[in-house]
């Protein structure tokens, strides 16, 4: 009664509430790590954009396909995420007395909000620059092209995250979503082997036509074209984006009432019995349960095998069969890396392990058991097969050494990782209407994965050093690795629980507690916070893909050059060059980690000078 008898806002004040509740939500985001994040990303896109600026200036031809690359970071900015984020939720409006279309179109003024649309509006100045070259009429559509590409650039990421809330509630969807996923960034990887192959086909005219079929190329012929074309393209596109708009509130209407009937359907038919054991297997039974029923675990596990077939099925567009033999392993590194936070993604039950005497070693080790049983045998097939099938004789010492070693060593450190750099979530039953939303912080999963993806592989050193010596000493090196990893990161892992159980609950449940006197990277000078946030997103590339992987290539004579600058260069540039990468990224890490120890050595300096003060 009370929700009829209130009036309704109007349509201009409810949008510009959205607006500043989007502006205060930011604004008291921006602190420690979070603030860094930001300026650097913005940093980086005010450069991409003016670049885009450029590209229209010096290289028009090629501004269709780089303004495609802005459109695809809406596309596939949200599957990249989990889910996009969302920090105005359509759950929080659902008793406005307003009707859906409204309260859509709210939130789309609400996502307007922030910095990457302003960034993207300004590459998006590179349409007048370019219609320059066709008089004034050209700037006036390139402007008009400008704003309406960059709404329908954000009603399609809108479309798509309300696409994922809604209809991503089975087993099914899950996995076709993670394989999306982990086909998207396969291709944003290696998606130029396939672009290389055709290259030597008269495919630049098919490309210049899809580029320009593509929203964010609707600008690009408007202003080549005549007058009514240009109009009625503009007109078009205007009708595009009310459609979206509608769309989005059909699909924001029916995700708010799923949401409110528990999402997905109550499960029919008497729940199978736990097995009659205790320890380490009941948990793992209860684990194997959360891998076949957790939205999230399944779309991730999905993530990590698509990627690593995907990955080597692109070069072989290009004759690179080398990659084939180590989709196993390279579907174990991204499986431990999308399994980092696994204690974090269970939210708060962990008090049940906590009251029970003595279940913390137990259940950290039920937790390494069901990892191995549900990324083990997949990846031992995809190992075995993929080298069959290559017919690249010369690996199987290598993936018979690095398989062990590998799967051991994610074994031992998910676990070890989830217990100690924990990222609360929020609890599974109180997830909102996105179902691939665990309500984490993003930037400190991501970083997760990444300092896993790092050590995962380190733990498969041993092996390959021995490997090189002699071949089976490498793979018994490489079994010893696996189980020693396994077994003595699992009883670090429980040990911390035991004595730090109460700590981890408390963090899942109330958050990071403040800490005012600890100097964090947000301290340092702006420059030096936009370096240490570069040297970790990018030091990775010189170490890695220009420095390690070329190096083995060339102790075993691998004659496929592929993208690595060093095998492009003359034979006696070669190894300089790859000495200078893997120094480069050496040093890149050591000035991220390094330059924040130095405030944190300084900050204490100063802290017991003052005591003794």
Not at 80 to 88: K, W
Not at 330 to 338: G, T
Not at 365 to 384: D, F
Not at 496 to 504: D, F, N, V, W
């Amino acid at each position: 009664m009370a929700h009829s008898l209130t009036p309704a806002p109007a349509p201009a004040d409810l949008a510009r509430y959205m607006i500043r509740m989007r502006l205060s939500l930011m604004r008291n985001s921006l602190r420690g790590d979070n603030a860094t994040n930001l300026y650097f990303g913005v940093a980086v896109g005010l450069i991409l954009a003016l670049g885009t600026i450029a590209v229209a200036v010096l290289w028009p031809a090629y501004l269709p396909l780089t303004l495609a690359v802005w459109f695809s970071g809406w596309l596939f900015g949200p599957i990249f995420i989990g889910g996009g984020s969302e920090a105005l939720r359509p759950e929080y409006f659902t008793m406005l007395p307003a009707p859906p279309r409204r309260i859509a179109a709210a939130l789309l003024a609400g996502a307007f909000a922030g910095p990457a649309p302003a960034v993207n509006l300004i590459a998006l100045l590179s349409l007048p620059v370019y219609g320059w070259r066709f008089g004034p009429a050209g700037v006036l559509i390139g402007l008009v092209a400008a704003v309406t590409t960059l709404v329908t650039m954000v009603m399609v990421s809108r479309v798509v995250v309300a696409f994922i809330g809604l209809f991503v509630r089975s087993r099914a969807t899950a996995t076709a979503f993670g394989v999306v996923t982990g086909t998207a960034i396969a291709l944003c990887s290696n998606g130029w082997a396939p672009v290389a192959a055709l290259g030597g086909t008269d495919t630049s005219a098919w490309f210049e036509v899809l580029f320009r079929v593509l929203p964010s190329g609707w600008g690009v012929a408007a202003i080549e074209g005549p007058w009514p074309l240009a109009l009625a393209i503009l007109a078009a596109n205007a009708g595009v984006i009310v459609l979206l708009l509608v769309v989005w509130s059909s699909l924001l209407s029916r995700r708010v009432a799923s949401a409110a009937r528990g999402g997905v359907p109550a499960r029919r038919g008497a729940p199978r019995p736990f097995p009659r054991a205790g320890g380490a297997r009941i948990t793992a039974a209860k684990e194997l349960r959360a891998w076949w029923r957790d939205l999230v675990r399944i779309q991730l596990l999905a993530v990590a095998f698509s990627f690593a077939i995907v990955t080597p099925v692109l070069l072989l567009a290009i004759g690179v069969w080398v990659m084939v033999p180590f989709a196993g392993l390279i579907a174990i590194v991204m499986a431990a890396a999308s399994s980092a936070n696994l204690y974090g993604s269970d939210g708060t039950a962990l008090w049940l392990t906590l009251m029970t005497p003595g279940a913390e070693r137990s259940d950290v080790r039920g937790r390494q058991l069901a990892w191995l049983l549900v990324v083990g045998p997949a990846a031992a097939v995809l190992t075995l097969g993929g080298t069959l099938v290559s017919g690249q004789d010369w690996a199987w010492p290598w993936v018979l050494g690095l398989f062990p070693a590998l799967l051991g060593g994610g074994a031992g450190i998910v676990v070890l990782l989830a217990v100690t750099s924990l990222v609360p979530g929020t609890d599974p039953h109180k997830r909102g209407g996105n179902p691939l939303s665990t309500g984490a912080d993003e930037t400190a999963e991501t970083s997760l994965a990444w300092l896993v993806l790092i050590a995962v592989p380190s733990t498969a050193l041993p092996a390959a050093g021995a490997i090189l010596l002699d071949t089976w000493a490498g793979v018994v090196t490489g079994v010893l690795t696996g189980l020693l990893s396994a077994w003595g990161l699992g009883a670090i892992a429980g040990r911390r629980l035991e004595k730090h159980g109460i700590e981890l609950l408390n963090l899942m449940k109330h958050g990071p507690a403040p800490v005012s006197d600890k100097p964090t990277t947000a301290d340092l000078p702006l420059v030096h916070r936009i370096g240490v946030t570069f040297c970790y997103t990018l030091a990775w590339l010189p170490l890695f893909p220009q420095g390690l992987v070329p190096m083995v290539m060339k102790i075993f004579g691998i004659g496929d050059r592929v993208w690595f600058l060093a095998l492009h260069l003359p034979p006696v540039w070669q190894w300089p060059t790859i000495i200078f990468m893997i120094a480069l990224g050496l040093l890149m890490y050591g000035y991220a980690i390094l330059i924040p120890m130095r405030l944190s050595s300084s900050s204490s300096i100063e802290a017991g000078g003052t005591g003794r003060a």
